[in-house]
């Protein structure tokens, strides 16, 4: 049976990738021997992050990133991380109608992630996926993240290109790359650029861009609902990958996401002994108790914990 | 020393406060001891998470509510998780006129704390700083966090009471609800209750609050700016704090908030010690080399990582 899913992965079926993703989701006994068995066929797929606040429009320029990838005859992973994506659901009719075309494509995979009552955390699941899909022969994986926040750096452990969103018009916007998403962009997009303050918006990226410490990041403006500029978007996310490819930087990026996926499984591999009683001894729960009492305190209780682990 | 800085942090010193902090966020020797010795003196403080999108008004709101549990004797704690926040020093002109005020009261402590390049992640650090605020004599501690994600979900954990901030004509805040925020609310505030659109926001909330799981969720509406309604939401946390200690929440929100700060501490210890050569004898970055030559694979990586360090 573990042959059967990891063959039929590799062939790109859909119904094996997702069975296996929700093998792997569910922290199953199997699904880190599946892991093992497909990291060999790792590492053609180009990894693209896509973020920016909800209304940015990332999700409608991802659709249409992904038909300009079918048109080229390129295969395409789409792994949603924000829960207000209309590829988690939570669309509105046009974009659900726009979704659809994508949805009955076999050559396009997509897969929402929710990033509650993750255990151990978000990022874990999202690397297994991410070396699933290029295994299954994606040459495109597009992960989208919303907001600032951890995701958001996280973000660059996992992709190759990482593309920015930017709307005209939210002011915060700017502020945000100021205060921390500005060095994790390869490339802008000034999405929605039909709309008024684009010029203002493409100007205050621009100065900030000169500033930082990769003034040539190229800033694209787009219009994602009629598809105007998707087509440099493209072409930019190529140079960019042809960049890192002769510049020796793709492998530099790949080990940080490999280090990252590393310490992520220790980590989920670590909690989940912690949660084990047999292990642990006393319940945690108990300890808990304890450290409501003052009896003990967090510091120590976690040193009694650790000690009953470690060598 | 580890003597004086306690005393005069449980004085409540701002000096000390901060020295503390700075001891706990760089992991250095002391910091466990220094923790192990508060935590006897904690349990008193009040936590308030507040969270919202940016340009929400949210810290505007958290000035406000800070001015008025001053006027009623109460020592205030404030910590900022998000990055653009003016506590953090994004602030806009205005707003830091607003903040000097607090900022110059010896019974207001101010911290804010990025989420960039935190080995261990943002929890841990933030339960360690709420610690020692509650241990400093400070009445409430408000937790200011940004946007949909990990970070508002997180805050539950923390929080004895959790205020989302909305606001009106952004279309995505009640979509942002319905994907998760929703189930975390103690009390909703929308804000710029001045702005057009206020009763239909107010009404999609209602309607949303009905079909909810807790459906006598209070709903204030406030004008932050002028403070107007702010006194309403003081209220409105203060009947949430009371319902929690008649009715014996208030015992299983700190369960929850100790088992995760538990968790966070064992989680960064062993991250401490995946990264210490002398424990793990291979550095790194040669099993990083090892899984891009196909090598090796992550999880065979992590198992024999694992097999070095546990029992």
Do not use: W
């Not at 998403?181 to 493409?202: C, F, L, R, S, W």
């Not at 960019?240 to 992520?264: D, P, S």
Request: proline fraction near 2%.
């Amino acid at each position: 049976m573990k042959e059967e899913i990891v063959s039929k992965v590799l062939e790109g079926d859909s119904r094996a990738i997702a069975r296996m993703i929700t093998l792997v989701e569910n922290h199953s006994k199997e699904a880190s021997s599946l892991m093992k068995e497909i990291h060999r066929y790792t590492g053609s797929a180009h990894i693209i992050g896509v973020t920016g606040v909800m209304g940015s429009g990332k999700s409608t320029l991802i659709a249409e990133l992904t038909r300009l990838y079918r048109k080229n005859g390129k295969k395409v992973g789409i792994i949603a991380i924000d829960p207000t994506s209309p590829f988690s659901g939570g669309a509105l009719l046009g974009d659900r109608v726009r979704m659809t075309e994508l949805i009955l494509d076999k050559e396009v995979f997509i897969r929402s992630m929710g990033t509650r009552g993750m255990l151990g955390g978000l990022a874990g699941a999202v690397y297994d996926v991410v070396e699933i899909l290029d295994a299954s022969g994606k040459d495109v994986i597009l992960v989208e993240t919303v907001g600032v926040g951890q995701a958001e750096v996280d973000i660059i452990k996992i992709a190759d290109t990482t593309v920015v969103v930017i709307v005209p018009g939210l002011g915060d916007s700017v502020q945000t790359m100021k205060a921390g998403v500005m060095e994790i962009a390869d490339i802008y997009v000034v999405n929605k650029a039909d709309h008024p303050g684009i010029d203002q918006t493409v100007m205050e990226i621009e100065n900030l861009v000169e500033l930082s410490s990769n003034p040539n990041t190229p800033i694209i403006k787009t219009i994602a609902k009629t598809g105007e500029g998707v087509s440099d978007l493209l072409e930019a996310i190529s140079q960019h990958q042809k960049y890192l490819e002769t510049e020796g930087e793709l492998e530099e990026k790949r080990k940080i996401r490999y280090e990252a996926e590393l310490i992520e499984i220790i980590r989920n591999h670590l909690l989940d002994m912690i949660y084990d009683e047999s292990i642990v001894k006393q319940r945690i729960d108990t300890i808990v108790d304890r450290i409501l009492s003052k009896e003990t305190d967090p510091y120590t209780a976690a040193e009694e914990i650790l000690g009953r682990i470690l060598k």
